[in-house]
């Protein structure tokens, strides 16, 4: 998928004066159009993806896999009878995990952002590029998720 455009330089006064306003805060969503470059995007389904993934392990795919390190006797380290399982999750686009709302609390020359941002510094710079000030006058408070959506816990 491709990233999305940066936001236009508004002034930093729009945001107030259209959240004082819901119906100019409507107008100016319904202006926005949206325009998404799929070429590159995955689309193969995750049985799919699954059933290529079980090729590459079985050695039915021109897909080779390479050892990172070597060294011992792995065949017979454990003796005794080896026990082996597969499990298999579905394929998830992990945009689609990411955090899907903020909360932008603009007061003259600070920004706030309350959201679960895992690039706090990207979105520091963005909100300062969008309201008009340094991005050191942006706080960011981070959320964490009940469940960590990864291996790292972020």
Sequence with gaps: MAPIAPPPP??????????????????????????????????????EIVAHYHAIADGRSDVSGSSFQS???P????G???FEASYDFPFL????????????????WSVKLISGSQLQTVDQ?????TALVL???????????AVPSDAAGT
Excluded at 125 to 129: E, I, N, P, S
Aim: charged fraction near 20%.
């Design 10 to 47: 508004w002034p930093s006064a729009l945001p107030e004066r259209a959240g004082n306003r819901p119906y100019a805060a409507k107008l100016g969503r319904d202006a926005l159009q949206t325009h998404w470059n799929d070429a590159a995007s995955e689309t193969r389904s995750s049985h």
């Design 71 to 73: 060294s011992g006797d």
């Design 75 to 78: 065949a017979n380290a454990f």
């Design 80 to 82: 005794g009878e080896a």
């Design 93 to 108: 686009a992990h945009a689609a995990m990411e955090p899907m709302n903020c909360v932008a609390i603009a007061d003259g």
């Design 125 to 129: 710079v963005r909100a300062g590029l």
């Design 135 to 145: 991005p050191g006058m942006v706080e960011i408070e981070t959320l964490q998720p």
